[in-house]
């Protein structure tokens, strides 16, 4: 599991909080991230299930609402784009100030607001310069005045202005036509302007330019044709502009009955909300869950009943075909025992089917279980682990046991000695006053002495050999283990090479696999 912290077994045995609580802490993380991954993918493959079968209340709700919204946003709109409510007059005197013409076009549309006026209103009180207490009546003055010489000028404009109906707004096919009139009749002049000049330079210059004015003629013929289409395209457009007119009218009718059913829900919404008032809370509640579950209910059941009633006349339809078929043919008995033995052949297909997918599914756990019984790399790694600290305790309580072995063995042998001696010193205790008495026991007594002073060196020199033989062992042994461990070391370098050469295997295995699927 790419566990930062390392844990063994005996820490778990022994409840070693210190290093157990880092990998607890880590596996709780891991754990959380985990669920919050697949929660989100399973939430969000949840909604998409239930999307491609079901719908919320909500949504048919505005679906139901969605048509009634736009028409209303439409008809806002409509109701509330500028509409142009003055045009300056024909025999008006021409606008030469830039400003002048900006204040004329405001006030075609109804706005009273100049630039200067507007943009003086609008400055803020914090920002205006403070004049001197001397200078303010000035000031004022001037204010004033170039206040009222702007109302002359508003006034001055609005006399040169005719207020205009709704329709006379529009661009209609009369001034599409005079627009063309004037345009043909401008090529016209330009044209015999063009003529009379061309024939002017035909008198004075060579005969070779004969070429060129019916080159002009052809270009003549070819405006004629153009003003021709021009006319042609004005006709269509006056057929499109009534047509036009006639949806316009259309639409005032039914922005009307729009209008009249707004002020009628609205009507209905102020009564709701005054019930709503006065109601309790969690019955309203209760029943807008109820009237929503309602609304629902009834679209499923329509649906249902429309889906009911085209899957009954498809079948009907194929009732009757079927029957028509039957008595044409006269083979209607005939194709029914036909069916049914087609019927119980696929059915038997089907049974063998099964039996032999019922036999493969068992094959094919037999083999799973096969499978599961031989252990992965993971597993053996986890078993030599654990082999290892097997080992390592049965060997520690086999140092220990043999070490208690190894010392009662030497307790015992020193009991021993000590025996003998402790019998020796208590002979020559009880045999020292006898001997000393004759000099024929004296001397008797000064060699058994001898005697076994020599012994005892034998004995001495036996165990000091004994000793040797055990120290060489010893040595032996301990060159045994350094020679073990060395190869102890050696093959534990050996499977850790051999354990990056297969993680190095195995990965390039799975880019093989990639590159060639």
């Keep these: 599991m790419k566990c930062p912290h390392r844990l063994e077994p005996h820490q778990i045995q022994g409840l070693d909080f210190i290093h157990i609580f880092p990998v607890i802490q880590w596996l709780v993380k891991r754990a959380i991230e985990t669920r919050q991954e697949m929660g989100d993918y399973i939430r969000s493959y949840s909604v998409s299930q239930f999307q491609k079968e079901h719908r919320l209340p909500e949504d048919d709700e505005f679906a139901h609402r969605r048509p009634a919204a736009v028409g209303t946003l439409c008809g806002t709109f409509d109701v509330y784009k500028p509409r142009r409510k003055y045009r300056r007059q024909e025999g008006a005197e021409a606008l030469t100030d830039e400003e002048s013409r900006v204040h004329a076009t405001l006030l075609e549309y109804g706005r009273r607001y100049g630039l200067s006026r507007q943009s003086k209103a609008t400055q803020p009180e914090d920002r205006r310069i403070p004049a001197p207490s001397g200078l303010v009546g000035k000031e004022d003055t001037r204010d004033e005045e170039e206040l009222h010489a702007e109302e002359l000028r508003i006034n001055s404009l609005m006399t040169g202005m005719a207020a205009m109906d709704i329709e006379a707004g529009r661009l209609t096919a009369s001034t599409v036509g005079q627009i063309v009139g004037l345009q043909s009749d401008e090529i016209k002049q330009m044209v015999s302007e063009y003529a009379e000049k061309q024939s002017e330079r035909s008198g004075e210059e060579r005969p070779e330019k004969l070429g060129t004015v019916q080159q002009h003629g052809r270009k003549i013929t070819s405006l004629s044709k153009q003003i021709s289409q021009k006319r042609t395209l004005l006709e269509q457009l006056e057929v499109k502009s009534a047509a036009l007119q006639a949806g316009c009218s259309d639409a005032k009718e039914q922005l009307s009955e729009v209008i009249s059913y707004t002020e009628t829900l609205d009507q209905e919404l102020a009564a709701l909300e005054n019930v709503e008032s006065a109601a309790d809370p969690s019955i309203l509640q209760e029943l807008r869950a109820l009237v929503t579950m309602n609304e629902s209910l009834k679209v499923q059941e329509q649906e249902f009943r429309a889906h009911c009633r085209g899957e009954m006349s498809r079948l009907q339809h194929d009732i009757r075909s ?130 076994i002073v020599d012994g005892i060196k034998q004995s001495r020199m036996k165990m000091e050999k004994k000793k040797q033989e055990n120290k060489m062992r010893r040595d032996q042994l301990n060159d045994e283990f350094l020679e073990l461990l060395e190869k102890q070391r050696y093959y534990f370098k050996t499977v850790k090479e051999f354990k990056e050469e297969c993680r190095r295997n195995e990965t390039l295995l799975g880019k093989l696999k990639e590159q060639n699927p």
């Design 322 to 451: 079927l029957k028509a078929e039957a008595e044409e043919n006269g083979e209607e008995k005939e194709r029914a025992q036909i069916i049914e033995q087609q019927q119980k052949a696929e059915r038997d297909k089907l049974q063998g089917i099964r039996l032999l997918l019922a036999r493969r599914n068992r094959e094919i756990a037999v083999l799973h279980r096969k499978i599961d019984e031989v252990p992965s790399r993971a597993e053996l790694a986890q078993y030599q682990k654990r082999f290892i600290e097997l080992y390592g305790q049965v060997s520690a309580t086999h140092k220990e046991t043999k070490q208690f072995f190894t010392l009662y063995n030497t307790l015992d042998d020193k009991k021993v000695y000590l025996e003998k001696e402790v019998n020796l010193l208590n002979s020559v205790h009880d045999n020292f006053q006898q001997a000393m008495a004759a000099s024929s026991t004296r001397d008797q007594f000064l060699r058994q002495m001898e005697q």
